[in-house]
């Protein structure tokens, strides 16, 4: 079964320096997202992406990150200059039709 | 923000028995609800969605049931199994062309053998 897939799966890092996440969305896919989850809370939207651009983004996604579809299948999230409340799962998701969005497993980022 | 409510946060239930997930949203403009069925550590597997037009949707042991006026949802889990054990995940999206999925707190759901 197709799936999306992210890595690293564990990035520890130290505040103020620059990560990169990075997906492979499920190759049909025309619709991509970055959701994170910090321990304890709910998952919640990043952003999501269509057609080369940011189709909408949250309050959250501010200029420290950026999202980019460097060649046909990657997806890749880069957060600038991290902070300490940057530590959670970040998880990438793709789909097709409206109903059905599909996840991948997650980056866990922790910042020293 | 509390759009989405999943106001059990566990659930334990004997295998071969029904499992009952409940969740509510506060704004009529979603217009499909999905459910997600999540392991720690990973990422959340969709299990079934539903469209705001409908009152049921049925896969396999999985039934989803939407109340628009009552604005509540609930998946059904019939035969509940052992492996079925994992937190559960509403989520919505708004309609109106948004793709944010909005989601709810999850529920622990142990199916106990």
């Known amino acids: 079964e197709p799936e999306v897939t992210q890595t690293p799966s564990h990035q520890v890092t130290q505040m103020g320096q620059e990560v990169i996440l990075r997906c492979v969305p499920i190759?049909?896919?025309?619709?991509f997202y970055w959701y994170r989850q910090i321990l304890g809370q709910k998952v919640e939207f990043l952003v999501s992406f269509y057609n080369n651009e940011i189709s909408e983004k949250s309050e959250i996604f501010d200029d420290q990150f950026s999202v980019e579809r460097p060649d046909g299948s990657n997806f890749t999230l880069k957060i600038r200059s991290t902070k300490l409340e940057d530590s959670a799962m970040y998880f990438c998701?793709?789909?097709?039709?409206?109903?059905?969005?599909?996840f991948g497993e997650g980056s866990w980022l922790t910042v020293v | 923000d509390q759009q989405v409510k999943q106001n059990s946060p566990s659930l334990s239930v004997q295998e071969g028995r029904i499992s009952i997930l409940n969740c509510d949203y506060t704004n009529s403009m979603f217009d499909y609800f999905l459910w997600y069925k999540k392991y720690p550590a990973e990422g959340p597997t969709f299990l079934i969605s539903?469209?705001?037009i409908k009152d049921k949707n049925e896969d396999g042991r999985f039934t989803v049931f939407l109340n628009k006026s009552a604005k509540h949802l609930s998946l059904h889990i019939v035969p509940s199994q052992p492996g079925d054990s994992a937190v559960y995940f509403c989520?919505?999206?708004w309609g109106g062309g948004s793709e944010k999925l909005v989601f709810g707190k999850g529920t622990k759901l142990t199916v106990n053998p």
């Open positions: 539903i469209s705001s």
């Open positions: 989520a919505a999206i």
């Open positions: 998701a793709s789909r097709t039709v409206r109903n059905t969005i599909y």
């Open positions: 190759s049909n896919h025309l619709y």
